[in-house]
């Protein structure tokens, strides 16, 4: 969960910081390279979380220990 946390607030940052630089630039050209970039960046950071969560996904699927039936009679 603390991953999931940290990427969740890196991407939220990610676009923030995109956001701002985009608004500080004077020209179209300046401004398209920037919503390209944040874009890209904010792609990458997606991706990463994905392979991120798959691994720990796999990593606790595979630690488990051995399921246990236990059995219940009924007395009557």
Do not use: P
């Not at 999931?4 to 923030?16: P, Q, S």
């Not at 920037?34 to 630690?63: C, E, R």
């Not at 220990?65 to 219940?72: D, F, L, M, P």
Request: proline share 0%; no cysteine; hydrophobic share 55%.
């Amino acid at each position: 969960m603390a991953f999931n946390g940290l990427m969740g607030l890196w991407i939220f940052y990610a676009a923030k910081i995109s956001s701002e630089h985009y608004q500080a630039m004077a020209d179209a050209a300046s401004q398209a390279g920037t919503a390209i970039g944040g874009t890209i960046a904010v792609g990458i950071l997606l991706w990463l979380w994905m392979f991120g969560d798959i691994i720990l996904g796999l990593l606790v699927l595979l630690s488990r220990g051995k399921k246990v039936t236990i059995e219940r009679t009924i007395e009557g």
